[in-house]
């Protein structure tokens, strides 16, 4: 198993009675809504950099939409990507709020299928467009798709070259100086710890070695 480590955080949840089952359960069709919300504020320390959500109905009849997605950027995503959510419902009357029928047929992010991602990225570049879930959009509806995850390279060490760092002096070409000690004489000025390591594809820096440099 590998060591658990300050990565992406994903949740997902799967209905499996109809939305009029949760609203006569729980007084709200809401229910996988506010699940979801639960379990992304418990991984919050993950989604620093932005957190998103996805929202599928099941059977929601030809010509309707069925895919909905919620991004942001921010400590704050996960709060801003459910007020938006909500911003839907706000001119509703209590009566529409409480009709699971009506939510399912009319409603946006009234699914069975749930999907949440906080992005923690450890590598590539940052902005929305690289906020998770993707979708693949498809006028056939067994081709559409929604996907988020850590999407960690298994083979990265076949496929990248690492960044030499310990002993080398700092280059901030090549290394991200995070941290600072006092050495002796000979090793000031020079690398003695790596706190995540770098690397290469030919020459081209994808992620910048992470270092102590002595002082």
Known sequence: MEQLKHEC???MIRLLQPLEYYEKKYGTWM?????????????HNRGQEGAGL???????NPGEEYMFRERALGS???????ENVQNNFKELTPEQLHD???AKRVLPFAGEVYMGHLRYSTTGKSGISYIHPFLRRNNWRAKNLAVCGNFNLTNVHEVFEEITAIGKELDTDLHEAVAK??????????IIDVVQKGYKLKDKVVRFAKVVVGE
């Not at 704050?76 to 459910?82: L, M, Q, S």
């Not at 000690?181 to 020079?190: A, I, L, M, R, T």
Request: aromatic letters at 12%; glycine letters at 10%.
């Open 100 to 102: 699971a029928a009506y």
């Open 9 to 11: 955080g994903v949740a």
């Open 76 to 82: 704050g995503a996960i709060t801003e990507i459910f």
């Open 31 to 43: 229910y996988g809504l506010n699940k979801l919300y639960l379990l992304m504020e418990k991984q």
């Open 54 to 60: 996805a929202c599928v109905k099941l059977e929601a």
């Open 181 to 190: 000690f006092p050495v002796s004489d000979e090793k000031k000025g020079k």
